[in-house]
C-alpha cells in the first residue's frame, strides 16, 4: 500500500499543475499526478552561471530520485551561496525549490517561510526578473494556501500566475495555472465554474497541434478531473492523451499515461481494465523504475481481488528488483508498500506452511529500510517502516518486539507531529495492548488514534481506494474497535455516552470521505430540537449487535444482541430482498420482526419510549439500505406506532417549520424518456397536483427542467421547498450519484451550487427538498450513502427520497398526501410522512411495504 506521507503528498499537491515547470512523480499504488515545480524547462530563459546550474541540477536528480532530504539541504546552501553572490533570481529560484520539498517534507512552516522569503526578493527586483520565475514562485504559494484552507487567496495567485506566463508566451504554463484555478474553485465550492473552466481548457487543448504540450496538458487535465470524482470524463482524455502521445512517439508520456488510466480503472471498480492498462505500462517502459511501478501495480489489484496465483507469481520478481535499489524516499517506500501486499497476499492464501518469502527475510529488509531512512535523515519513512516491522512481529505472535517497534514509530510520528502515522501506529499499539488484555491501555491508545484522525479531517477527505490511508481499511476499524472496547461487559453511562459520539464522528468522517470535503459544520443538537425525539443508534460488531437509544433529559440506554456480524448481516440482505412484492409475506414478516426486536423491542415498554414520538435512526453499514418505517412487530408497522427519520448524527441544520402562508416553492420533474432513461408517466400529474397545493410554486417540467434554468429560478425565487420528480440515482461513488435534467446528469455538488445560489436579498434557506424517483445502484451494497451525502450537501435541512422506484400511481398518491398533511397546523414533516404513509397501507391497493417505505426522510423532521 501506498504509505501516509504520500497519501497527503497526492491531496497538498493538487495545486501544483503548473506543468511548464513540471515533471512526472510516479509514487506507487496512486494517481501519477503532475507533481511539483522543478523542471528543466523553467530555467530555459535564464541565463545561469556553472555554479547555479551545479547545484540547482543537483537538488533536481535528489529530488527525482525521492531523496527529498538531501535536496532539501542542496537547495539551502544554493540560496546561501547565491545570497552571498548577489544573484537575486538564482536566489529566488533556489528558494522556490526549497519551499516545494519542504512541502514534501511536511514542514509547512519551513516552506512557507522560504515562498515569503522569494516572494520578498522578487519584489525588489519586480521590474528585471524573468516572469518564469514569479510564475514558478506565485504556483509554490497558491499550493501551500490551498493546503492552509484559504482558496480564495490561491486563486487570485494562480490568476496571477497565468498573467506572467502568458506574459512569457508559455501557452503550456498558462493552460496549467488554469487547471489549478479550476481545484481552487472547487474548493470554494463553486463547482460549475470548475467543471466549465475545465471543459474551456479542454477545448483550448484539442484544436492545438498535436505535441508534447498536448499530451500533457490533456493528462493533466485528465488527473484533475479523477481527482474531483468526474471518473469517466477523465477516462476519456486520458485516452486522448494516450492517442496523442502514440501519434507523436512521445514515449516518455505514454507510460505515465497507461498507469494513470490503470489507477482510474481500479478506482471504477473495473479491474480486468485496470491489468491491461498496466500490462500495457509495463511493456512501454523505458526505464527499469516505470516496470517496476507497473509490476507493482499488478501485484496490488492480484492481492486486492484475490487473484492469488498470478500474485504468488509475480512476487519474487519484484523482490529481486527491489534489493537492488539504492536508498531513497520512493524506493524505501516502495519496500514497505510491497511487504504490506505481500503480507495481505500471506493472509489470503490457503497453504500457511510456507510463506512465498520467508519472514526472517522480510524482517531484514524492514531492518535495513530503517537504516536507509536514518542515512537520507527521512523520519516519517523511518517511522512507518518501524511501524510495518511492528506488524510483521505482531504477525508472528511476538508481541513484545512488535510493541516495542510500534511504540518506536508512534514516537517519532509524535516528534514529526505526523497525525496520519500517529493515528496508524497508534491504533496498532492499541491491537497489541488489546490482545494482552490490558484493556485500560489500550483504550487510551486507541483514544489517541482517533484524535489523531479527526485533527487530518481535512486531508482524508481526499483518501481513494487505493491509498493505505483509506477508509475501509484504516480509518473506520480504529473507530469500531475502540467502541467495541467501550461496549464490552456492562458499559457505565460514560462510556456509551464516548461510544455513541465515536460513531457519530465515524458517520460524518464516512461523509466527508464521500463528498471529498469536509461536512456539517453549520449545525445544532437534537437535544435542543425536540424533547419527544429518541436517537437509535445500531452499531454492528463482529461479534455482536449494539444499540444506544438516547432521549433528551434521560440516561442513554443500551440493548446487546450476540449474534456474528456475517449472521446479521445475512438476516438484513434477505429482510431487503423480501421488501419485494412477489415475496412470500410471511416471510417478511418474519424477517422484520427479527429486526424489530434487535433495534426496538428491548426498550420499547420502559421509561425512554414513554413520551417519545420519533424514532431518530442513525444507522450503520448494511442497516442503510433497510427502510426502519417497514419494520413489523407481528401486528403493526413502526410507521404505525412513531414517526421515523434519518440522520447521520445529533448534529441537524436548524429547521423552521412549513405552513402553507410560508411555503414558496419550485415544482419541476421529467415524464418524457430521456438521455436513455424511461419515461415516468405519473410525474406530469404528481407536479401539477403539487403546484396546485402549494399556493406560492412554480413549475419547470420536461424540456424546461434544464440546469441553467433550475439554477436561475433558485437564484431569483426565494424558494424553500423544492420537489424534483425526475430519474437520480445514489451510489457509494460521486460521480455515480447523480440527478437527470433534461440536458444531462449533475452530480451532488453541482446540484448543491445550484440550490443555494441565492440572491442575498431572497436568501433563505432551503427547508425541504423531495427527490421522488430516484433509485439506489444496482449491486452497490453503501449506495445510501450518496443519499446522505446528497442530503448533507445539497444545505437543505431536511430531504426526503426514494431509495427505489414505485409505481406512479403509488408515488402520487402518497406525495400528495404528504403535502396535504404538511400544510395542516401543527403537523412537522415526520409527522406528514408518516400519516401519507399510513394512508397509502390502509387506503389504497398498495399495502405492500414495496411501494411506501422506499421513501425516507432525512436531516431535521420539524
Known sequence: MISSSQQRRLYVSLGLLGFCLAFLLLLPWKFTAVQASIGVSSTANITLNSG????????????????????????????????????????????????????????????????????????????????????????????????????????????????YYEKARDKQGSLGSQINQAQALQSLGFYRRSRQQLEEINQQLMVIPDSHIKVSGLRSLGV?????????????????????????????????????????????????????YFEQAEKAANTSQEKLQARLRRFK?????????????????????????????????????????????????????????????????????????????????????????????????????????????????RQLQAEDIVSQAAWQLGSLYKEQNHRTEAIATYREAVDALK???????????????????????????????????????????????????????????FLREACLDKVEHIDTIDPTATVVYPIILPDRLAVIYSTAGQPLQYAVTRKPQAEVEETLNQLLASLSPISDAQERDHLSKQVYNWLVSPVENTQTFKSTKTLVFVLDGILRNIPMSALYDGQKYLIEKYAVTLSPGLQLIAANSLQSKNINAVVAGISEARNGFSP??????????????????????????????????????????????????????????????????????????????????????????????????????????????????????????????????????????????????????????????????QKTKFKEPFFWSAFVLVGNWQ
Open 455 to 513: 485533527a487530518i479531517r481535512g486531508d482524508l477527505v481526499a483518501v481513494n481506494p487505493d491509498v493505505q490511508l483509506s477508509f475501509s481499511e484504516s480509518v473506520e476499524p480504529v473507530y469500531r474497535e475502540l467502541v467495541g472496547l467501550l461496549l464490552e461487559k456492562e458499559p457505565d453511562q460514560a462510556s456509551l455516552i464516548e461510544a455513541r459520539n465515536l460513531i457519530e464522528s465515524l458517520q460524518i468522517t464516512e461523509l466527508d470521505n
Open 52 to 163: 547555479t546550474v551545479n547545484l540547482l541540477e543537483k537538488g533536481r536528480n535528489l529530488y527525482h530520485r525521492g531523496n527529498f532530504t538531501e535536496a532539501a539541504n542542496i537547495w539551502q546552501m544554493a540560496a546561501e551561496e547565491y545570497q552571498n553572490k548577489r544573484d537575486q533570481p538564482n536566489q529566488i529560484l533556489s528558494l522556490s525549490y526549497l519551499s516545494l520539498v519542504q512541502k514534501e517534507l511536511n514542514q509547512f512552516y519551513k516552506a512557507e517561510q522560504s515562498v515569503k522569503k522569494a516572494l520578498e526578493l522578487l519584489q525588489q527586483t519586480k521590474h528585471k526578473t524573468n516572469p518564469i520565475i514569479w510564475a514558478q514562485v506565485l504556483n509554490t504559494q497558491a499550493s501551500l494556501q490551498l493546503h492552509m484552507g484559504k482558496p480564495q487567496i490561491a486563486l487570485e495567485n494562480w490568476q496571477k500566475a497565468q498573467r
Open 680 to 841: 415516468l408517466p405519473g410525474v406530469k400529474s404528481e407536479v401539477t397536483k403539487i403546484s396546485h397545493m402549494l399556493p406560492s410554486s412554480s413549475i419547470l417540467l420536461n424540456s424546461k427542467l434544464t440546469e441553467s434554468k433550475l439554477g436561475e429560478k433558485m437564484k431569483n425565487s426565494p424558494a424553500n421547498v423544492v420537489h424534483l420528480a425526475t430519474h437520480g440515482q445514489f451510489s457509494s461513488h460521486l460521480d455515480q450519484t447523480f440527478l437527470l435534467t433534461w440536458d444531462e446528469q449533475i452530480n451532488i455538488k453541482e446540484l448543491s451550487e445550484l440550490l443555494q445560489n441565492r440572491q442575498a436579498r431572497n436568501s433563505k434557506d432551503i427547508d425541504l427538498l423531495v427527490l421522488s424517483a430516484c433509485d439506489t445502484a444496482a449491486g452497490d451494497k453503501r449506495a445510501v450513502l450518496g443519499l446522505a451525502g446528497l442530503a448533507v450537501k445539497s444545505g437543505a435541512r431536511s430531504t426526503i427520497a426514494s431509495l427505489w422506484p414505485v409505481k406512479d400511481e403509488a408515488t402520487v398518491s402518497l406525495m400528495t398526501n404528504f403535502y396535504r398533511k404538511l400544510l395542516q397546523p401543527g403537523t412537522n414533516k415526520a409527522e406528514a410522512l408518516r400519516q401519507a404513509q399510513i394512508d397509502v397501507v
Open 224 to 276: 484533475t478531473l479523477q481527482l474531483i470524482g468526474l471518473s469517466q470524463e477523465s477516462q476519456d482524455i486520458l485516452l486522448e492523451s494516450l492517442k496523442t502521445a502514440k501519434r507523436i512517439n512521445a514515449d516518455a508520456e505514454i507510460t505515465s499515461i497507461l498507469q494513470t488510466l490503470g489507477q482510474a480503472a481500479v478506482y471504477l471498480k473495473d479491474p480486468d481494465t485496470a491489468l491491461s
Open 301 to 413: 489489484l492480484f492481492v486486492d481481488y484475490n487473484v492469488n496465483d498470478h500474485a504468488v507469481g509475480l512476487a519474487p520478481q519484484i523482490w529481486q528488483q527491489l534489493q537492488k535499489l539504492p536508498p531513497s524516499h520512493i524506493s524505501l517506500n516502495n519496500k514497505i508498500n510491497f511487504i504490506t501486499t505481500l503480507n495481505k497476499l500471506e493472509n489470503n492464501t490457503q497453504n500457511k506452511s510456507s510463506r512465498i518469502i520467508p519472514i526472517k527475510d522480510l524482517g531484514e529488509v524492514l531492518a535495513q529500510t530503517v537504516q536507509g531512512a536514518r542515512e537520507i535523515q527521512d523520519l516519517r519513512t523511518e517511522a512507518y517502516a518501524l511501524k510495518e516491522w511492528g506488524k510483521l512481529y505482531k504477525s508472528t505472535n511476538q508481541l513484545f518486539e512488535a510493541q516495542n517497534l510500534t511504540q518506536k514509530s508512534l514516537n517519532i510520528a
